[in-house]
Every structure is written in structure tokens, then in C-alpha cells.
């Protein structure tokens, strides 16, 4: 996984800057409900995101919570007084505090079934009954666009998705979330080209390929060969997917 305290400084210009973050701020926005008071961005990272979820709804105080220190340092110079640094696995909010709870681009990033599960569990917790939790799911899945990149790639080990929206869509139901709609946007600027999954292969951005080790360079000598290597392919096409709170805070 990349360390994300040193990735802080760079990591909005590799990942569709501004553009990207404006696309999955209205995403988001279009599920949740025009009358939600408070929202919560859990791993709101540099705070691109959440920043634009506040400034389209002046009415709704979002706050952001990330676990890296420098993450939330440059969050909360864009959202001043409203960001929080903690594991999304133990909120430090109580129980029912929000009419909302985000994850975009967290639940991919856990190291197992079991911390996938606590997430859901803490933004089921902190929300109200009839609160909605908006996520992203099968994030790895968003990049298969069905490229020449992607035909090299697919005989790669693999994990299982941690973020897999069958998966998530049962973990909610442990904890009353009902499915409550979809959304989808692009990932402005994340289009790969060859050169650049090559040297993402060797930072290790791949899971079950370690940089150096044989079987990465065998794909990225494969990458090396194809044509075009510094033209992008397709974006990315993130998927959300909603749940609302039931009343009594179990699924019906």
C-alpha cells in the first residue's frame, strides 16, 4: 500500500486533480438528499472532494476525518475547522450525529474482509436513522476499460476486491443499511498509457506484484512493447452505490 503521509504533496496532481474531484463531488451529491443537514467525507484525504461537497451545498456542514496526518493537514486549510484526524474504523463522533456518510476511494484500500466490515459498521453507527452512506465499489474494476493494457495485465495475480459491492452491499445489511441507489463518474486524467503502468508496476501500485520482482518486469517488458506509449487509453468510470439507514437501524 502507498504511504500515504509522503504521497499527501503529490497525490491530487496524479489522480485528476480538480476535474476528477468536481465529477465525484456531484456524483456523490446526486444521492444524497437535498434536506441532509450534516455530512461526514471519511477519508477525505487532501480534501479536494470535500471541499466542493460543501461549496455546492452551502446549507450542509460537511466535516472531514483521514487517518495521515499530512493528508488532513491540507484538507483543513481547504475546509477550516472541520477536519478531523482518525481511523474510519473508530469515528470519534457519537452515535446518529450525521444526516450523511461518504467513502470515496476508502474501502479498496483496507487489508481485509474484517476492516471493510468495521467501516461500514462505524458509518452505519454515526449516522441517523434515515441517514444515507454513499461509497465507491469495485474501484480496481473502474481501470479495466477493456484496452490493449488491460489484455496485457489480465493474466496478473490478483486479491479479491475488498470493496466488491456485493460485499459491501451485505456488510451494510448487517448494520440496516438498505440499498438506496447508483451513481457513476469519470476519472478525469486517468487514462493509462504503457509508460506510466509500467512505472506504476514498479512503485509497487499493484497489488500481488512486488517492485523488482521477476514477474513484474515480465509485465512491464510486455507494456514496453506495446505502441503509443505515452498516449492515455480510455478513463476510468468510478461506480457509488447508496444505502439508507432503516428507522430501527437493522435491515427490515
Known amino acids: 500500500m502507498l504511504d500515504y503521509e509522503k504521497e499527501a504533496a503529490v497525490y491530487d496532481a496524479g489522480r485528476g486533480g480538480e476535474p476528477r474531484a468536481e465529477a465525484a463531488a456531484k456524483a456523490v451529491l446526486g444521492l444524497v438528499p437535498e434536506d441532509a443537514r450534516d455530512l461526514l467525507d471519511t477519508a477525505c484525504g ?14 450542509l456542514r460537511v466535516t472531514g476525518v483521514d487517518a495521515a496526518h499530512s493528508m488532513t493537514r491540507m484538507a483543513a486549510a481547504r475546509l477550516r475547522g472541520r477536519v478531523v484526524r482518525a481511523d474510519s474504523r473508530r469515528l470519534p463522533f457519537a452515535d446518529a450525529s450525521f444526516d450523511a456518510v461518504t467513502s470515496v476511494w476508502l474501502l479498496h484500500l483496507a487489508d481485509n474482509a474484517a476492516d471493510v466490515r468495521d467501516i461500514v459498521a462505524e458509518c452505519a453507527r ?4 434515515d441517514g444515507v452512506y454513499v461509497t465507491t465499489v469495485d474501484k480496481a474494476a473502474a481501470h479495466d476499460v477493456g484496452s490493449d493494457i488491460d489484455a496485457v495485465l489480465a493474466p496478473r495475480p490478483r486479491r479479491s476486491a475488498r470493496d466488491a459491492a456485493d460485499r459491501v452491499t451485505s456488510y451494510g445489511g448487517e448494520f440496516g443499511l438498505v440499498p438506496a441507489g447508483r451513481g457513476r463518474f469519470r476519472g478525469h486524467g486517468q487514462g493509462r498509457s504503457p509508460r506510466s503502468t509500467a512505472a506504476d508496476l514498479r512503485r509497487g501500485w499493484f497489488t500481488r506484484l512486488a517492485p523488482g520482482d ?6 512491464v517488458a510486455l507494456l514496453e512493447a506495446l505502441p503509443d506509449q505515452d498516449v492515455p487509453r480510455p478513463e476510468p468510470r468510478f461506480e457509488l452505490r447508496a444505502f439508507r439507514k432503516s428507522p430501527a437501524g437493522r435491515t427490515p
Not at 479536494?48 to 446549507?59: D, E, G, N, S, Y
Not at 521477476?214 to 509485465?219: C, G, I, R, S, V
Open 46 to 59: 487532501t480534501g479536494t472532494v470535500t471541499r466542493r461537497l460543501a461549496t455546492a451545498r452551502p446549507r
Open 126 to 129: 454515526v449516522l441517523r436513522p
Open 214 to 219: 521477476p514477474l513484474t518486469e515480465h509485465f
